[in-house]
């Protein structure tokens, strides 16, 4: 009896659930945001209108990253009108594309009625692929590359490459448009038999005086 009591109780929630939710009307629950360079935050708005007949109240949105926020115009929503939810993003040290969600929860109800998406993609004004080359006794004594890619919409152009002299060897190349590769840099340590910890440094400039620079973190371990 117990049992089937606690059925029709987690049945009737569900309802109440997908009930809530058929009369909510998104004008939409995905956003695609490009970040500009030097831009510290994006925002989406999501517009929600309620179809129902009975007023709701958003009692809580969840982000699944503490990088995202929210703020709702207002919480309590009744019958024909709608209220935005503002969601924000916060870059700090990220880079590449940022999938973060938004789960809204009206009062009395455990599961969401709506997870919103925002897709930001934070543009690599200059890419190195790999970051990190190493030697070690496992791998072989030679030369790595490393790939270079520019947007070109800010950075046209790579001005130095700094690194210790007395323990790497660098080489620059020109790259393979075909193959979207602006320049290779081959990188050797000048003893495999020293241990070894450094960093190079790639600086770039683009229109406007805009300026950049990457890293790529090298390890000899004999």
Request: glycine share 6%.
């Amino acid at each position: 009896m117990l049992l089937r009591l606690t059925l029709s109780t987690l049945l009737a929630l569900c309802c109440a659930c997908a009930l809530h939710a058929s009369a909510l009307l998104w004008d939409t629950t995905e956003t695609y945001i490009e970040m500009e360079p030097g831009q510290e935050e994006a925002r989406a708005t999501f517009t929600v209108t309620n179809l129902g007949e009975k007023t709701v109240r958003i009692a809580q949105i969840k982000a699944s990253c503490g990088c995202t926020g929210s703020i709702v115009d207002r919480k309590i929503i009744t019958p024909g009108e709608s209220s935005e939810i503002i969601g924000t993003f916060h870059k700090g040290k990220r880079q590449g594309l940022n999938r973060n969600k938004l789960q809204v929860y009206l009062d009395s109800e455990p599961e969401p009625v709506a997870t919103l998406f925002m897709n930001v993609r934070i543009p690599t004004l200059i890419e190195a692929m790999p970051q990190i080359v190493y030697w070690s006794q496992d791998n072989s004594k030679s030369a790595r590359r490393v790939r270079l890619n520019l947007d070109e919409r800010y950075i046209n152009e790579v001005t130095r490459v700094d690194y210790d002299r007395t323990k790497l060897r660098v080489i620059e190349e020109p790259g393979d448009p075909d193959t979207q590769v602006d320049r290779v840099l081959v990188i050797e340590p000048k003893d495999y038999n020293a241990l070894y910890r450094g960093t190079i440094t790639i600086y770039g400039s683009g229109p406007n005086g805009r300026t950049v620079d990457t890293r790529v973190h090298t390890f000899v371990q004999p």
